[in-house]
């Protein structure tokens, strides 16, 4: 370690070594699609693909490699919304040592059913991270059982810290590296490994706009709590970073940027759509960066780190549709019609004359603000992009309907 930092380049090393027998190096793939966003390269890391489906099975398994064994038969404990408790469950049973983690209520079920599938015991507590990791220090407290932190322990920064190892040997040539921020245990590791073996690489933190405490504990110089909002990307949704990655990510980060919701699921949607990756809204936050700011905050070649793929299919159906709408493939809206027999079936024909595609349809004959001679409809369409709904609006409010956007 340095004199001044909790954690440096020779951790992640040692870290590297003993994760070698059990993780997966993930890929890297280049991106054409986001390449042309910032004028040059750019290749997505792919921890998405991991075991355990995120990067969190490398800061989980270092640090429970080094307890003791008098300290493994106490058995482990964690608080996570999904990823770190998969990760934990994962490296516990690799180990032959005891999980219990703490979820909060709200975890999506198929983070549960997984952690419970690698041998945990999952509690559900609380209404956030915050909340789960404060029963699980009670359950530590009163059982004997380690607490496994999900970013604030150098054994965790350095282990997650080996996938900026990884990206400096596939992706030398890098010179910016765009990493998803919730508690900073990443993108500390990773900011501490290219310090040494690709210092001319800039790396960017990407938090969600809606929990973004990383700037103003950057500006206070430690970690300062904010009131966190409603997110999508419940993976990076920490109201408070750590006491120790808060310091390297102030050093070794060039910046850290957030990212709206609007930008999270049209990220999802490029991963799926054009990288063929299956990415949760908190590990697709860098593609995000990129859709959202101005390319040259971003050197290329640049390398996006995917950090998860854990994602509840009822929210993936969800976030593709925003997805869609957002990127303009998607439109809904609300049309009153004459109540009379044909009214709808000529509107259909002028949307099959436009080429867009009727998803959805909802009649109403009988509302408060209907006159008894109308009729409203709900529509939902699939379109070719934002020029194809401005073609869409325009010709049917020139063939004098009046449609209402909510």
């Known amino acids: 370690m340095t004199s001044t930092l909790p954690v440096g380049p020779d951790d992640v090393l040692a870290a590297r070594e003993v994760l070698r027998p059990v993780i997966r190096q993930t890929p890297v793939l280049e991106s054409g699609a986001l390449a042309a966003l910032v004028g040059g390269p750019v290749f997505l890391k792919c921890e998405n693909l991991q075991r355990g489906g995120s990067f969190k099975v490398r800061g989980a398994y270092v640090r429970i490699s080094r307890l003791s064994p008098a300290e493994r038969a106490r058995g482990v404990v964690a608080a996570s919304a999904g990823n770190h408790a998969q990760g934990v469950a994962l490296a516990a049973e690799w180990l032959g040592t005891r999980a219990t983690v703490v979820m909060p209520a709200a975890a999506p079920l198929p983070k549960i059913a997984a952690t419970r599938g690698y041998g945990a015991e999952v509690i559900l507590h609380g209404a956030s991270v915050e909340e789960a990791l404060a029963r699980a220090l009670e359950i530590s407290e009163q059982t004997g059982s380690i607490l496994i932190h999900p970013f604030d322990h150098a054994d965790v920064i350095a282990g997650q810290g080996s996938v900026g190892l990884e990206i400096a040997e596939q992706c030398p040539q890098a010179r910016t590296v765009v990493v998803p921020v919730g508690g900073g245990g990443l993108a500390s590791g990773v900011a501490v490994a290219l310090s040494s073996v690709l210092p001319q690489a800039q790396v960017i933190g990407v938090q969600a706009e809606a929990v973004a405490p990383i700037a103003a504990s950057v500006a206070a110089g430690h970690a300062v709590s904010v009131e966190a909002a409603a997110t999508m990307a419940?993976?990076?949704?920490?109201?408070?970073?750590?006491?120790?990655?808060?310091?390297?990510?102030?050093?070794?980060?060039?910046?850290?940027?957030?990212?709206?919701?609007?930008?999270?699921?049209?990220?999802?949607?490029?991963?799926?759509?054009?990288?063929?990756?299956?990415?949760?809204?908190?590990?697709?936050?860098?593609?995000?960066?990129?859709?959202?700011?101005?390319?040259?905050?971003?050197?290329?070649?640049?390398?996006?780190?995917?950090?998860?793929?854990?994602?509840?299919?009822?929210?993936?159906?969800?976030?593709?549709?925003?997805?869609?709408?957002?990127?303009?493939?998607?439109?809904?809206?609300?049309?009153?019609?004459?109540?009379?027999?044909?009214?709808?079936?000529?509107?259909?024909?002028?949307?099959?004359?436009?080429?867009?595609?009727?998803?959805?349809?909802?009649?109403?004959?009988?509302?408060?603000?209907?006159?008894?001679?109308?009729?409203?409809?709900?529509?939902?369409?699939?379109?070719?992009?934002?020029?194809?709904?401005?073609?869409?609006?325009?010709q049917l409010r020139k063939a004098g309907y009046t449609l209402l956007f909510s």
């Open 234 to 394: 419940d993976g990076i949704a920490v109201a408070v970073p750590g006491t120790l990655t808060t310091p390297l990510i102030a050093r070794l980060c060039g910046r850290v940027l957030t990212v709206t919701e609007e930008n999270l699921s049209r990220a999802l949607l490029l991963c799926l759509e054009r990288a063929k990756q299956l990415a949760e809204p908190a590990g697709a936050a860098g593609v995000a960066a990129l859709l959202e700011h101005p390319a040259h905050l971003f050197q290329p070649p640049v390398v996006v780190v995917l950090s998860g793929g854990n994602i509840d299919p009822l929210l993936l159906s969800k976030v593709l549709r925003h997805g869609l709408s957002a990127a303009g493939r998607y439109m809904a809206f609300r049309c009153k019609l004459p109540d009379r027999p044909g009214a709808l079936a000529t509107l259909l024909s002028e949307l099959a004359a436009l080429g867009a595609n009727v998803l959805d349809v909802m009649h109403e004959r009988v509302t408060a603000d209907l006159r008894v001679d109308e009729a409203e409809v709900n529509l939902h369409l699939e379109t070719r992009g934002p020029e194809h709904c401005d073609t869409v609006i325009s």
